[in-house]
């Protein structure tokens, strides 16, 4: 019988890195997780516009964490609560690479279960949201759509998306977030 503790991963890209909740990470954050095309393409909870995996994007060097999980099972669901996903859309909104077994499902997960092979993982997990905005699941909005949809909020709301798009990891440097910078003025923050 193998006792050994898994290595599995969790795939960060945006506010899972400065505010992971109760995802149960250890040793901290790291910069060299796997080229990914992530781009701040979805309307999210609280009117944000957070980053998600989009096709025809330009690939960016994502983060990744060791979860303290069991099996793969288990970090998709403690992912799942971290990023509030019902029990029933967690096999669509979380994807996952198991090495053990060679199953995997969501965006990208042929190129990030290459890279988690040379970082000698069991496994990864990582948000596997739609971009688009709430009206218009599935559908790519343009750099000027998600200025002008971010300039029409106020308040609060406006507030936190300003947030989510500062506190990103420096290195999710994508072309949206270039045009939001220079015509919101809204500039990453060094944390």
């Known amino acids: 019988m193998n006792n050994k503790t898994p290595r599995i991963a969790c795939l960060g890209w945006g506010s899972l890195i400065w505010k992971p909740g109760e995802l149960p990470i250890f040793d901290g954050w790291k910069t060299d997780g796997p080229m990914l095309p992530v781009e701040f393409a979805r309307e999210s909870g609280g009117q944000r516009i957070t980053l998600v995996i989009c ?92 200025v002008s949809y971010l300039q029409g909020l106020t308040g609060q709301a406006m507030d936190d998306a300003r947030e989510y798009i500062e506190r990103a990891p420096l290195q999710i440097s994508t072309a949206y977030r270039s045009q939001i910078s220079k015509e919101l003025g809204w500039v990453a923050l060094a944390i």
């Open 55 to 146: 096709d025809n994007v330009d690939p960016v060097r994502t983060c990744w964490t060791l979860l303290e999980a069991k099996d793969i099972g288990t970090a998709m669901s403690t992912l799942a609560s971290r990023e509030g996903i019902s029990d029933k859309r967690v096999a669509m909104d979380i994807g996952y690479c198991d090495l053990s077994t060679g199953m995997h499902h969501g965006l990208r997960a042929n190129d990030i279960a290459a890279w988690a092979a040379g970082h000698e993982l069991d496994g990864v997990v990582w948000t596997n949201l739609p971009c688009g905005f709430k009206n218009s699941r599935h559908i790519l909005p343009t750099g000027d759509q998600v």
